[in-house]
């Protein structure tokens, strides 16, 4: 498969909500980036996040674009919520290497009704 169509499986796991699925597009090396949060480093470690992540908040990815270059795939998404953002991920031998996400975290907490870090 494609770097593009890595990505577009990957959105559909991620839309049915089921961390396992989603950690087997992972490189077992694999780093995850949200630039929100710290990074997170080994497939395992990335299946915990999901798991963690995706129990806490009802998720959907609206795709708007997935660009190929290379060995990369480029996301341009959105939420129902109307909360946007982009993923840009690094594809090796057909897993995800290096993913790198941006968006507003303090605008998810606040369209889940989670709490704000006070720091």
Known sequence: MTPKQIIQKWVEAFNQGDADQIAE?????????QVANQPIQGKEAIRK???????AAKMTCI???????GDWAILEWKDPLGLRGCGFFQILDGKIMFQRGYWDKLS????????IPQK
């Open 25 to 33: 597009f992972y490189h077992p090396d694999a780093i995850n980036h």
């Open 49 to 55: 996040m999901f798991a963690e992540e995706l129990a």
């Open 108 to 115: 998810f907490l606040r369209m889940h009704n989670m709490p």
């Open 63 to 69: 795709v708007e674009n997935i660009f190929e270059d």
